[in-house]
């Protein structure tokens, strides 16, 4: 699924191995990626190979690292945290908040904001890092996008993001729920701005285009990685792929968003690749023209990077905690090479206040 976090990425190392997580990670993993969750199988078990050839560093092997002082988050809870749960629960909806343990919980629910999880709780797909459930999806429920808008209905928030599992076993992808979503949601919230995080609907040109054609204000897809690590950590996308959506939306003059997680096993210098392809191949179209260079199209927008955080023992690594001062130079490097908006931090989540990223952007500006 494009997680958000980080993904989506947006995931936490803070459950303890013990039977009854062990339990709950079969049961939520049907297509284990490898590895076994119980502690006293630690010098045996290493998901290393799957991220493999970073030559200059020892073979990694499962251990619980220490989470270092930059990455402690607010605790969940209070009035405005319990509201923004019954929310959710009494429309019966999902939220990647929760299925992928985001760490940020306690400070986004507290301002009332969830990142709210269309086309049911379970994906097509398994990715290393993602912590949301995995195997046979239930039918697509026709009434969910009435429930998503009814949710929002009177929220009084200024923007959401809306994100949804990987459904390849419908022949759209999902795509036609989508695209009603976001008209409900924009019927019931005209001046609240709609951002949606879509996975790659495998390439399919016409289930795009449907979701384009719906007009959200933000259209984000992650690349949760550098190119070298896609085969391990998100083999069911291909970079590549990613890179051609996000040139489709631009071309489309959308504004168009991605992210990825460090310390999953990429390089420095592969991120700084990633940009390079980034502003190139999402440039490559015939759509509107960049405002420095009239040679080249528009490309991306905007890239959240931010830390990642193993889920459970059965998911990938940490392979290293990337200290507060690379993500500034990610920031800064990004930024020198053309990408307008570079959000980078060690917590930051493709959804993590995006509304101050959709600030930041100058959405607001624009559309008041
Ligand atoms: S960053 Fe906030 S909105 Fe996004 S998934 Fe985490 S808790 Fe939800």
Redesign the pocket.
């Known amino acids: 699924m494009p997680t958000?976090?980080a993904t989506p990425s947006?995931s936490s190392a803070t459950q303890k191995p013990s039977n009854a997580g062990h339990s709950r990670t079969l049961a939520r993993h049907p297509r284990p990626l490898g590895g076994d969750p119980i502690r006293t199988l630690r010098p045996t078990v290493s998901l290393s190979s799957m991220i493999l050839n970073n030559e200059d560093d020892a073979v990694h092997h499962l251990s619980v690292k220490k989470k270092p002082s930059w990455l402690k988050a607010k605790l969940p809870g209070g009035e405005n945290f319990r509201a923004t749960k019954a929310n959710i629960d009494s429309h019966k909806l999902h939220?990647?908040?929760e299925e992928?343990a985001?760490?940020?919980?306690g400070?986004?629910?507290a301002r009332g904001?969830?990142?709210i999880m269309i086309l049911g709780d379970t994906c097509t797909r398994a990715c290393g890092f993602c912590n949301v459930k995995t195997g046979k999806p239930l039918p697509i429920d026709k009434d969910e996008p009435r429930r998503v808008a009814e949710s929002l209905r009177g929220a009084g928030l200024k923007h959401i993001?809306i994100t949804s599992v990987d459904r390849d076993d419908v022949p759209d992808g999902g795509a036609g729920i989508w695209a009603e979503t976001i008209m409900r949601t924009r019927e019931a919230c005209p001046d609240m701005s709609i951002e949606v995080l879509i996975g790659d609907f495998k390439g399919d040109e016409a289930a795009l285009q449907m979701v384009i054609d719906a007009q959200p204000n933000i259209i984000a897809h992650n690349l949760e990685t550098v190119r070298r690590c896609h085969p391990a950590v998100r083999p069911s996308a291909r970079y590549e792929r990613t890179m051609e959506l996000l040139k489709r939306v631009k071309a489309q003059s959308a504004v168009a968003k991605t992210g990825i997680m460090v310390g999953i096993g990429e390089r420095k210098e592969e991120v700084f690749e990633l940009f390079d392809d980034l502003v190139a191949m999402t440039a490559d179209h015939n759509g509107p023209r960049d405002k420095h260079d009239q040679s080249r199209g528009d490309a991306c927008d905007i890239i959240t990077i931010g830390q990642y955080l193993q889920p459970t023992r059965n998911h990938l690594p940490i392979d290293r905690w990337v200290h507060p001062d690379e993500f500034e130079e990610y920031k800064r490097v990004g930024e020198s090479k053309g990408i307008k908006l570079v959000v980078s931090g060690p917590l930051v989540?493709?959804?993590?206040l995006?509304d101050e990223q959709a600030d930041m952007f100058g959405l607001f500006d624009e559309s008041e």
Do not use: G, H
């Open positions: 958000d976090p947006e939220t990647v908040c992928a985001c760490p940020n919980m400070e986004c629910w904001i969830a990142t993001v989540r493709s959804s993590y995006a």
